[in-house]
């Protein structure tokens, strides 16, 4: 990723003008007021900072790779290969995170603290928790990833399904709009599903919006949504082995 060093300056660059544009729009919409959905205006700049940079870590594109591999005909070469092709893909889209964490996620960062009220936490618990938390969703992404590529074994062509699940993730997961501000039923529809997993809780905890034993709970429902969507990328992947073709290649 160094290798194209203007990518990777404008990437960061990009990611900050992301802040910038959520940052003045918040500020617009607070206006006098100095609380909305449980966030006070410094929480919810600092919830808009940490939610984007840690996006940069979790994110990654497993799913347009394994369709890729399915389009081309690569994915069969994958499949003879002394590896679980699912865990080196997982494996893969780690090491690419860990290279955003310390040269993306943390200069980034240092750049909207400088730029922008971003208020970092003081207990010591907060970081333990929210950084544990940051693994947790990196992985739950990438099994989401993982399992809408996948899908490509069976529909062939999932641009669509990929686009939708982009989409989906950003906005249900708390990214755009934090969760606690959805209208009540939608809200309590999507703590029941995997996505608050990956963005919402995390900045939570690094808000202190959650604090002490609630750190655990938050840490919880990560590894229970973990442990769950293990099930149906393990019954999709061997499904999948049972159906490839090769279109081309």
Same mark, same amino acid.
């Given at each position: 990723?160094?290798?194209?060093r203007?990518n990777y300056?404008?990437?960061i660059?990009?990611?900050t003008?992301?802040?910038?544009?959520?940052?003045?729009t918040?500020?617009?919409i607070?206006?006098?007021?100095?609380?909305?959905?449980?966030?006070?205006?410094?929480?919810?700049t600092?919830?808009?900072?940490?939610?984007?940079m840690?996006r940069?870590f979790?994110?990654?594109?497993?799913d347009?790779?394994? !369709?890729?591999?399915?389009r081309d005909?690569s994915?069969a070469?994958?499949?003879?290969r002394?590896?679980?092709y699912? %865990?080196?893909?997982?494996?893969?889209?780690?090491?690419?995170?860990m290279?955003?964490?310390?040269l993306f996620?943390?200069?980034?960062m240092?750049?909207?603290m400088?730029l922008?009220p971003?208020?970092l936490?003081?207990?010591p618990?907060?970081?333990?928790?929210?950084l544990?938390m940051?693994? %947790? !969703?990196?992985?739950i992404? !990438?099994?989401?990833?993982?399992?809408t590529?996948?899908s490509?074994?069976?529909?062939?062509n999932n641009?669509?399904?990929?686009?939708?699940?982009r989409?989906?993730?950003?906005?249900?997961s708390?990214?755009?709009?934090?969760?606690s501000?959805?209208?009540?039923?939608?809200?309590?529809?999507?703590?029941?599903?995997?996505?608050?997993a990956?963005?919402y809780?995390?900045?939570?905890?690094?808000?202190?919006?959650?604090?002490?034993?609630g750190?655990?709970?938050?840490?919880g429902?990560?590894?229970?949504w973990?442990a769950?969507?293990?099930?149906?990328?393990i019954?999709?992947y061997?499904a999948?082995r049972q159906?490839?073709?090769?279109?081309?290649?």
């Amino acid at each position: 990723m160094l290798a194209y060093r203007i990518n990777y300056y404008t990437g960061i660059l990009i990611y900050t003008l992301n802040i910038g544009v959520n940052y003045f729009t918040w500020k617009a919409i607070y206006g006098e007021g100095d609380s909305l959905g449980g966030f006070t205006a410094v929480q919810m700049t600092t919830y808009v900072a940490v939610s984007w940079m840690a996006r940069a870590f979790y994110f990654n594109n497993l799913d347009r790779e394994i !369709s890729t591999d399915i389009r081309d005909g690569s994915i069969a070469i994958q499949f003879i290969r002394p590896y679980n092709y699912v %865990f080196a893909k997982m494996m893969q889209g780690l090491g690419e995170g860990m290279f955003r964490f310390l040269l993306f996620m943390i200069p980034g960062m240092a750049i909207a603290m400088l730029l922008f009220p971003v208020q970092l936490p003081t207990a010591p618990s907060a970081w333990a928790g929210f950084l544990v938390m940051l693994v %947790f !969703s990196f992985l739950i992404n !990438s099994q989401i990833n993982v399992i809408t590529g996948l899908s490509a074994f069976f529909i062939e062509n999932n641009e669509g399904v990929m686009r939708m699940k982009r989409v989906i993730v950003d906005l249900f997961s708390g990214l755009i709009v934090p969760i606690s501000l959805f209208p009540g039923w939608l809200s309590k529809v999507l703590e029941v599903l995997p996505f608050q997993a990956i963005t919402y809780l995390p900045g939570s905890v690094f808000t202190g919006r959650v604090q002490g034993v609630g750190i655990w709970n938050v840490l919880g429902i990560q590894v229970f949504w973990f442990a769950a969507l293990i099930i149906p990328m393990i019954l999709l992947y061997r499904a999948a082995r049972q159906r490839l073709f090769v279109q081309g290649g």
